[in-house]
């Protein structure tokens, strides 16, 4: 928060001064989180309507709440993401790098076989149920399947019991945590739509 506040008021003294990274990575959790609108909420309308150039002018008053980085700024550090459900590839092999490199001590050690003992644990997060257009990856997300025109030509005006079965409403995350609690990272995820979440048990 000490970063976020310097960095305001840097820019105000000096407009090329660069966002701490930290800074943009609380930005982009707070817009995750809260969306679009609470960002531009926070941040405010800055220089809007003043023209691309007019940090240059110091004379204009620069209709702010709390500041922040731009939009742009905010995509080019974004962190990777998918929408899809699975094992998150990366992320399981940098497990076992890490794993390899740890203090941890293996159930079996041989010179083609490395077993090291790990706990796997699932924890779901409720995600407010939409379909939204990804500007990223040009596509709309929140359904269990891909969606493109002719999906919608066909489904205009799809039913209660349609979007209860394919939106997405909860993102449950897998993590796998060594015993020794070395290392624990989220290795997979699912999906699950409402109907999903009430037959689970």
């Known amino acids: 928060m000490y970063k ?5 008021v840097e820019i105000m003294l000096y407009p090329f001064h660069q966002y701490d990274r930290e800074v943009v990575e609380f930005f982009n959790t707070i817009t995750y989180l809260g969306g679009r609108r ?3 909420f926070i941040r405010g309308p800055m220089n809007l309507g003043d ?3 007019s940090h240059l002018n110091q004379e204009n008053d620069k209709k702010m709440n709390l500041g922040g980085p731009s939009k742009s700024l905010i995509q080019t550090f974004q962190a990777g993401y998918t929408p899809e459900s699975g094992i998150i590839k ?6 076992i790098e890490l794993l390899k490199n740890s203090e941890a001590k293996p159930l079996i050690e041989t010179p083609n076989l490395l077993v090291i003992p790990c706990a796997l644990a699932n924890d779901g997060t409720a995600l407010k149920p939409a379909i939204e ?3 990223r990856l040009k596509e709309n997300v929140g359904l269990k399947f891909e969606v493109d025109l002719d999906y919608i030509k066909k489904n205009p005006k799809p039913s209660p019991e349609h979007l209860k ?3 997405i409403a909860e993102a449950i995350v897998s993590s796998l945590t060594s015993l020794d609690n070395f290392c624990s990272l989220p290795v997979a ?3 699950a739509t409402q109907s999903e979440q009430l037959v689970r048990p």
């Open 51 to 53: 023209g691309r150039h």
């Open 38 to 40: 609470t960002a531009n």
């Open 189 to 191: 995820v699912d999906c």
């Open 90 to 95: 990366p992320l399981s092999l940098g497990h």
């Open 133 to 135: 257009f990804d500007s």
């Open 165 to 167: 079965e394919n939106i």
């Open 4 to 8: 976020y506040l310097n960095d305001v």
